[in-house]
């Protein structure tokens, strides 16, 4: 198991000239082969990026999977030009939290939603309006904080995505992580995206590899100029794996847990 890496290269194929041994890596791999839970990985040279240099492992390893799904909601499946707000769902997660920094650096209207035990974590990351998904209406408050118009774009990465139908505006755009809605409503002339980040390995689309490590890199870039932070709360041991995976399972951890060999 395990999906994200970040270490350093001890060797290289033939056909490899872009890293040598000793340069120090990351990357998102491929979810159907083997992952990232051991002391030694193969990944395809084109969906690693170098780590720059102010930047630990253990940060690199935190940005991968979330913060670069919530970089591609932003800036490949969205489009931007025409966005004044976005919604964000479940921003105290890994990618939530990362989207909710991100929109902020876009210059966006960030709306999220967190339960109440979490609201502190996510106001810290500025946020315009938080939602207790608990104790209010999520569409009614969306509607109220928009002038009744609803969302520009919403990533959602909870599923049920077709309550969010309800609360996007005319041209509006949905970002897909889970349920991704195979109808939509005609009045609204909506754009849905999908988003499998690590689809791309699977694709055989050897463009879209490269697209991983070219995110990676430039989500990393962003982090050594201090925009951005994976906000790692937990650092589990590799014999503590199992219980990292089940506060996971439990939704007890907030931001980004990492696993350290």
């Avoid at 999906?3 to 990357?27: F, H, N, P, Q, W």
């Avoid at 774009?153 to 970002?175: H, K, P, T, W």
Wanted: aromatic share 6%.
């Amino acid at each position: 198991m395990g999906l994200d890496v970040a270490g350093e290269v001890m060797g290289v194929g033939d056909r490899v000239s872009d890293y040598k041994v000793g340069d120090r890596v990351a990357g998102h791999a491929n979810f159907a082969e083997d992952g990232a839970f051991a002391e030694y990985v193969t990944y395809p040279a084109a969906a690693l990026t170098i780590i720059p240099e102010s930047v630990d492992y253990e940060t690199a390893a935190g940005c991968l999977c979330a913060g670069m799904t919530a970089y591609q909601a932003l800036f490949r499946k969205a489009q931007l030009n025409n966005v004044e707000t976005v919604l964000i769902h479940a921003g105290a997660g890994g990618v939530g939290s990362m989207a909710i920094q991100l929109a902020n650096i876009a210059g966006k209207h960030v709306i999220t939603t967190v339960s109440a035990a979490k609201e502190d974590f996510v106001a810290a990351l500025k946020p315009d309006a938080i939602i207790d998904y608990h104790k209010e209406d999520v569409t009614k408050r969306v509607l109220e904080l928009t002038r009744g118009l609803g969302a520009d774009l919403i990533i959602n990465n909870i599923g049920n995505s077709e309550a969010d139908f309800d609360r996007i505006a005319y041209n509006g755009q949905l970002v897909c992580v889970l349920d991704t809605p195979t109808d939509a409503p005609e009045d609204k002339a909506l754009s849905i995206s999908n988003l499998d980040l690590g689809g791309a390995h699977r694709s055989g689309n050897p463009w879209q590899v490269q697209d991983l490590g070219k995110m990676a890199g430039e989500l990393l870039e962003l982090v050594a100029d201090g925009k951005i932070d994976p906000l790692i709360t937990k650092r589990y041991a590799r014999e503590d794996i199992v219980e990292g995976l089940r506060a996971l399972d439990a939704h007890e951890i907030v931001g980004k847990a990492i696993a350290k060999f």
